[in-house]
């Protein structure tokens, strides 16, 4: 009984918005210290401080985690959210050194966990996380039109422009550059030098995939945060409607008991007139 007593102690207090805060402010300042860790001069004048600080943030977190997964016990597991957290600060406790040395740079990683503590954030998270299967299909249309091109224009300026479309490879890395924009207008005139109505093509493929596809993504990432805050909206009104409801019942409950003491003082006073 003493334990389920403190277990529930222990519950209310990573539950409290409060120790949510603290955990949160030990977040944003051991992100704080790890960027100052970049600077070779604070690190080389500052640095047995700041691997304090670290080792001091790490441990409240692995005490914070100890004490959610002790107070939820099996349920803690069932959470997504809590094995990204254990996942991200148990890399820290990985020793970083001999091949794991690359771990160091890891530590940053802990910075995510503000995604789960801060509901705001977790809500666009799950809504990416809703977007994915209509990205994935969005993302094989895209890769099937840069396919498409990358070979025409293999076949069309591989003579002309060796160094952009040569091979099929290079015709792909190409024309990715040239759908995010990034001077195209160059690759555009090496080629248009010997081939002028080369414009057609690379005005055609910059519709397709710059202007249609990449903006199917945008599309599909806000209809699916668009559901999941209609779903959100229609779950709060199911818990509004519950309450109501469980109210009104509480108020039956009692005008049903108010009634059958109303009728026991009559049949009383029937019984006792005097």
């Known amino acids: ?44 004048s500052h640095g047995g401080l700041l691997h304090t600080l670290d080792y001091l943030a790490l441990g409240i977190f692995v005490a914070e985690l100890s004490a959610r997964c002790y107070a939820y016990r099996g349920a803690f597991f069932r959470d997504a959210w809590n094995i990204f957290d254990l996942v991200v600060v148990g890399i820290a406790l990985v020793p970083a050194t001999g091949p794991f ?18 509901p705001s954030m977790r809500k666009v998270v799950a809504g990416l996380l809703a977007a994915v299967p209509g990205m994935a299909s969005i993302a094989a249309l895209l890769g099937l039109v840069i396919f498409v091109a990358g070979v025409m224009a293999t076949k069309l300026f591989g003579g002309i422009a060796p160094g952009d479309f040569g091979d099929l490879g290079t015709s792909l890395f190409t024309l990715f ?66 309450l109501q409801q469980s109210a009104n019942q509480e108020i039956l409950a009692e005008l049903r008991a108010l009634r059958a003491e109303v009728a026991e003082l009559r049949a009383h006073r029937e019984l006792d007139p005097s």
Not at 199 to 221: D, E
Request: aromatic share 8%; hydrophobic share 55%; net charge neutral.
């Open 1 to 44: 009984m003493r334990r389920v007593r403190w277990r529930e102690r222990v519950r209310r207090l990573v539950d409290d918005r409060r120790f949510g805060n603290f955990i949160i402010a030990v977040i944003i300042a051991n992100a704080a210290t790890l960027a100052l860790e970049t600077f070779p001069s604070i690190l080389d």
């Open 101 to 118: 040395a690359v771990l160091r740079a890891l530590r940053i990683l802990r910075v995510l966990r503000l995604v789960s503590l801060v």
């Open 177 to 242: 550059q040239v759908m995010t924009g990034e001077s195209w207008p160059d690759i555009a005139d090496a080629v248009m030098a010997e081939a002028p109505l080369a414009w057609i093509f690379f005005v055609v493929y910059i519709l397709v995939s710059s202007f249609a596809v990449l903006n199917l993504f945008i599309a599909v990432i806000v209809s699916a945060m668009e559901d999941q805050l209609r779903d959100e909206i229609r779950e709060e009104e199911d818990k509004q409607t519950a």
